[in-house]
């Protein structure tokens, strides 16, 4: 069972490994603006990548509407790209 077969289980593996690389980096003491730093930069990040994302799922999803016959075409957003886009948005 490969954990990054699965959407899940690789955003769990993902959290877990930072977390993990954070502790061991720097000791097992709390610091407030140390984390909060982190969790901007780790979100930062986040965005980034869901604008790309955004891109990289548009385009495919915008193929696949035009190559439906039974479908309204390129109007199609509803149908083809909201689903896969939002999915990521709904984790963000």
Do not use: C, E
């Not at 720097?26 to 780790?42: D, E, K, Q, S, T």
């Not at 990040?45 to 016959?69: E, H, S």
Request: proline share 7%; net charge positive.
């Amino acid at each position: 069972m490969n954990p990054l077969n699965n959407h899940r289980q690789s955003l769990i593996l993902g959290i877990v490994l930072a977390l993990l690389l954070a502790l061991g980096i720097g000791g097992f003491h709390f610091n407030p603006p140390a984390m909060a730093r982190w969790l901007h930069i780790v979100a930062g990040v986040f965005w980034i990548g869901l604008l790309y994302y955004f891109n990289v799922v548009q385009t495919p999803a915008m193929a696949d509407a035009a190559a439906d016959k039974g479908g309204p075409g390129g109007a199609a957003i509803n149908k083809y790209v909201a689903p896969r886009a939002l999915f990521w948005f709904r984790w963000a």
